[in-house]
């Protein structure tokens, strides 16, 4: 019966931590003072908080800089550098790095894919493929070729989908928490 009431507690505690920690997401999503690409940058960021990544990246060093890639050129770039310039993931100062080459996808932690490359996704996710680099894109047709987590809008809200095989493959770990938060994406009413 304790052990019963010890995991109930461990529940809700967990439950009040996802809660506090996306509810400025579901705020920005709800304003109308936020735009798309806002709330995405959020989301970014809170993902980190649900991801480990495996010993072997070196991610505890935070004489290193986490490395936020984005690949496609967009106004993203801008509000990304803005929004990580003060912040932290994993205890590490972010570098935002606009992505020129496939070469340096290998630099990466996270790789932001835009839609403007959906054209080159086979040649980018070759570079990520079993690595652990957290792979997301805004590109619902990016879900089937192996991106880990999709940003998606849908009747004015945004959510994500993980394709738990990608994960799997990087030798990324999520919380339980964020994949219970996923979402099935039907195309079809995008």
């Known amino acids: ?13 967990s ?3 996802l809660f506090f920690i996306l509810m400025p997401i579901c705020a920005l ?6 735009s798309e690409y806002e709330v995405k ?3 970014l960021e809170k993902f980190t908080h649900f991801i480990d990544w495996p010993a072997k990246v070196n991610i505890a060093d935070t004489n290193k800089p986490f490395i936020l890639g984005i690949i496609g050129s967009n106004h993203f770039n801008a509000l990304l550098k803005d929004k990580f310039r003060t912040k932290k993931i994993e205890g590490k100062k972010v570098e935002i790095l606009e992505v020129s080459t496939l070469e340096e996808i290998a630099l990466c932690n996270i790789l932001f894919i835009s839609k403007l490359e ?3 996704i086979d040649q980018i996710l070759s570079y990520t493929e079993n690595k652990p680099i957290l792979t997301i894109s805004d590109n619902v047709e990016n879900s089937k070729n192996g991106v880990i987590i999709i940003l998606f809008l849908k009747s ?3 959510y994500f989908q993980i394709n738990k ?8 770990y999520a ?5 219970n938060l996923s979402k099935d994406i039907n195309i079809e009413e995008n």
Request: charged share 20%; hydrophobic share 45%; aromatic share 6%.
């Open 41 to 43: 940058a959020a989301y």
């Open 175 to 179: 919380s339980t928490l964020l994949l």
């Open 29 to 34: 999503a709800q304003s109308k003072y936020f």
């Open 1 to 13: 019966m304790r052990l019963l009431i010890t995991i109930k507690k461990m529940q809700n505690h």
């Open 15 to 17: 439950l009040k931590i």
């Open 156 to 158: 004015s809200h945004i």
């Open 165 to 172: 095989d990608a994960l799997q493959r990087s030798g990324l």
């Open 118 to 120: 959906s054209t080159k």
